[in-house]
């Protein structure tokens, strides 16, 4: 049988077909199709170092004192010579007499000391020979023997075959702030120390340091 259709009475409207959409478009990825996330870099990055435009001030403040302490040890060093009166070594079997470091009247004047060790015995030879050559040249040279008994001491400036003075009690040594002799002193008459060395010195630099 045919349809029938009632007259006058329009007929429904056939709804048209709807396209489909391509894949995927207008829709969410699926968790495949997501972006991937970048990969963090290899690369290190090394920060940036600040170069110091000078000196830390700590250094600075450090180079000030070191300097002022110095300074303040050259000036606390006395400067002039001990006023002591030490026992003198005059002649073989001769009674010890009295002398003094500031017995010199020469223009200027060395002030040489010595221990009693064999280092020191065998320079005596060298040292009695330039104190002869001083002493043409306006120089006296007085020696003292130090840091032992008063016969060691004596046994020992029996080697200079000179006058000698002797002091067993390091007293010229502890007031001039000597560790341990030699000592080497070059100075006026009046005792007023012009050098002070405790190293031995040369003719050459002793004639220097007495301004001849």
Known sequence: MGSISTPGVPKPPVPESVPASP??????PT????????????????????????????TIF????????????????????PVVTLPKY??????????SPLDCRAPACLLVVLGTDLKAQGSIPAVVQMAQGLE????????VVSGAEL?????????????????????IQKALKF?????WI?????GRIRHRSGEPMTESQVLREAGL
């Not at 199709?33 to 000078?54: I, N, T, W």
């Not at 005059?90 to 002398?99: D, I, K, R, S």
């Not at 560790?179 to 000592?183: D, L, V």
């Open 136 to 143: 043409e040249k306006g120089v006296e040279t007085t020696f």
């Open 179 to 183: 560790s341990r002799p030699p000592c």
């Open 186 to 190: 070059v100075h006026d008459p009046s």
């Open 151 to 171: 016969k060691e001491c004596a046994r020992v400036a029996y080697l200079f075959r000179r006058p000698v003075l002797l002091d067993p009690n390091e007293e």
């Open 90 to 99: 005059v002649a073989f079997e001769a009674n010890l007499e009295q002398g």
């Open 31 to 58: 968790p495949q199709e997501q972006p991937a996330a970048p990969l963090p870099s290899r690369r290190f990055m090394v920060p940036d170092k600040k170069v110091p435009l000078g000196p830390k001030v700590s």
């Open 62 to 81: 450090g180079a000030l004192v070191a300097v002022a302490v110095i300074t303040w040890m050259v000036l606390k060093l006395p400067q002039n010579l």
């Open 23 to 28: 894949q995927g478009e207008g829709l969410p």
